[in-house]
């Protein structure tokens, strides 16, 4: 009986534990990346200034290191503004939602018991995609 070498390899190694991801700071990483293409350019400008430094027909990377300096300063002034949005968001999420200090336990008295998706069957077979999320309801 022969058994396929890889998997006998695999059951004999121990399983290895991963790391937990690591979490980067991400203005120095965009600066990073931002000043490795302003270095660029100014190399490139400076075989530029220099006499059959740059053949003509390789100028476009002044336009691709132009433009990464660009959208790395572009990145610098927007990833805060992320942050703190998804910071937000996230804080929203786990409060509970309190309003007015008040707290319900149930429906107001004489109020109808149903949900208000009960309430909105008018008898079609069709489904709601407020039912059933991320499923088109055409057929």
């Not at 909105?120 to 489904?127: A, F, L, Q, T, Y």
């Amino acid at each position: 009986m022969t058994a396929d070498p890889q998997a006998r390899s695999q059951r004999e190694k121990p399983a290895r534990l991963l790391a937990p991801p690591r979490e980067a700071n991400d203005q120095r990483v965009t600066l990073a990346i931002t000043l490795g293409w302003l270095m660029a350019l100014v190399v490139l400008l400076i075989l530029l200034a220099i006499p059959g430094g740059l053949p003509g027909d390789q100028r476009w990377w002044l336009w691709t290191c132009g433009t990464g300096v660009v959208l790395g300063l572009f990145g610098l002034w927007y990833v805060p503004i992320l942050q703190r949005g998804r910071a937000r968001d996230a804080q929203r999420r786990t409060q509970p939602a309190v309003s007015s200090g008040a707290v319900s336990s149930g429906p107001a008295p004489g109020a109808p018991s149903e949900s208000a998706s009960d309430s909105r069957d008018n008898g079609s077979k069709s489904v709601s995609s407020t039912e059933t999320p991320g499923r088109s309801t055409r057929s």
